[in-house]
């Protein structure tokens, strides 16, 4: 077969070479053993998000840079959803300016009415109807929050803050990070201007796990510890925004406590998370998600971030995920779910898992960078599967033979 050079193994290469680095030299400036370096060139080990973030880190060079985001859609209907994204880049960068093109605004609860669908497409992994609802709807709520004062304000900020949210999450998962990155710094600022509570958590959340992903893990914990001192004052009362900010900025904490290597501390954060969701008692917030079963498919991630495939599959035979899950959590739980396999050495269950992600969230599949590493190592791993998981890689975008 012939050198995939899209790979992430060959970009690091090529990176490391750019960067004048020999692997020993990387190893050293990326706290990275030389012998996973080695592998993951060799394209005899996956490189992980924790080694994505730490390599990228002491290469100077972005995450995407490593892994070729965002990837070109194949032909077909997510050409168009691609080409939504200059729209939603333009509107963010339109935020405090009232919106011309809108001469009528509707009433609040009329507008209210099609936030609420957006947030459902975001939650059921929807990303071409986002495509099609976010850009007009972002221009109309906009005008709104310019137009109006006091609570009517206040409302047509929170409603920005779920439309902000709707294209972070498009964003990311279609691989445009500066973008992602630009919808949180907007749906700070449309929390702060609002004083909702949950969305300044959620600004906090993302913000934090823009700095995780980057593999500045010790800036991320600091600062998510921070943001858990102003609320702690105020878990007495029982109030549920205070408990979900609360449980999902220690779920973040645990990521980043994972990607540093530190499993005990991480394992500390998802305690926390997992007696703040049992006090909380339900899993019907609609922002972040936070309750018993997203605790559950957090703690499958976290074992999966530190390399236990063991502890992630005994993990989820624990876990049952009621059918009205958002299924943009549970299509990304079963991604982990086959990085866990493979990790345990089930190249079946691994690929089967892949399949059933993209059942459930296919457009989220398809453009994930794990994804696509999994597929890759599944391909390498076996020859009498490679026409099988060939396949899938087309449908992936993955067009170089593996």
Partial sequence: MSEDRASVAARVKQARILGGLTQKQLAAKSNVSLGLIRAVEQKKATATPAFLGAVSKALRVSVNDLTGQPYPPPPGEDTELHAAISVLRTELAAYDIDNAYVPYLRSLPQIAADVEKVCRYRRA???HKLGDALPSLLGEVRAAVHRTSGRDREQALTLLCELYY????LAHKLGYADLAALAIDRISW??????HGLWIATGQFQRAAILTSGGDWNSSLRFLERCRSDIEPRLGTGRRQDLIAWGG???QSGLAASRSGNRGLADMHLDEARQTAERLGDDRDPILSFGPTNVGIWSVALAVEAMDGTEALNRAQALTIPT????????HHYMDMSRA?????DRGRAFEALRTAKAIAPTQTRYNPMVHETVRALARAEARTVETVHGFAVWCGIAERL
Avoid: M
């Fill in 125 to 127: 992994a929807s990303f």
């Fill in 166 to 169: 709707a294209a972070h999450s």
């Fill in 190 to 195: 449309a929390a702060n201007e609002s004083g």
């Fill in 249 to 251: 900025l220690h779920l």
């Fill in 324 to 331: 009205d899950a958002p299924k943009e959590r549970v299509g």
């Fill in 341 to 345: 396999y493979l990790l345990h050495g």
